[in-house]
């Protein structure tokens, strides 16, 4: 036990703090906001878009809702879980917007027919503070801090059936963070996702209408 309070004693000094969140036993299921049917949407007549898993950070691979900062503050939300994995609910929920937004057919599977592939990397999908006095790695969630923000970074690389590359894009978005919450960070995250999937409808049409430039 003494040796357990040492190391988490010592981890507490460290540039990059890690907390594990063990003070509920209870676990909350979360997942990203998406659009809300569109029946009377037209199908594009565009080729159909596989997006297959996203790649994302190592420290995101888990079922645990992770909170981190570009100021190397980490929180593992134990009892705040993705419903879904998150490599896999990402490329769904841009799926589902782009299918919103712009009629055109995607799939998470890939396709018996002709076909193009939208491949995404989540480079950052952290929390940004900005410099000042109380920016700190001790910041405790739930704290309050409205200069803070959400930020979601987004490559995307549009491919042919074969490999081809089609073209390359990269797109960031930031929304206001309430507060270092579990909750409050997958609400901003939506809409990050769905700023950005409104900036990717456009620039996939284009594309796609002419894939060999």
Known sequence: ???????LGLSALLSGCIIFDQK????????????????????SAGPQVFIPRAVIPSALRRPNVVLLDDNGWVQIEDAHRWIAPLDRAIPETVGRHLVALSGVVTATQTP?????VLLLTV??????????????????????????TASLQLSC???????TLVAVKTLTHASPLKERTAAAFVQ??????????SELAPWLQASAASPSK
């Open 157 to 163: 690389r549009l491919e042919k059936a074969d490999g």
């Open 1 to 7: 036990m003494i040796l357990r309070a040492a190391i």
């Open 24 to 43: 509920s036993e209870a676990v909350v299921f979360h997942q990203f906001a998406s659009p809300g049917a569109q029946p009377n949407r037209a199908v």
């Open 112 to 116: 018996s027919e002709d076909h193009l």
């Open 123 to 148: 480079d950052k999908m952290e929390i940004f503070a900005p410099a000042g006095p109380e920016r700190s790695i001790f910041s405790l969630p739930g704290g309050t801090d409205k200069t803070s």
């Open 188 to 197: 901003a995250q939506s809409a990050n996702l769905a700023a950005l999937s």
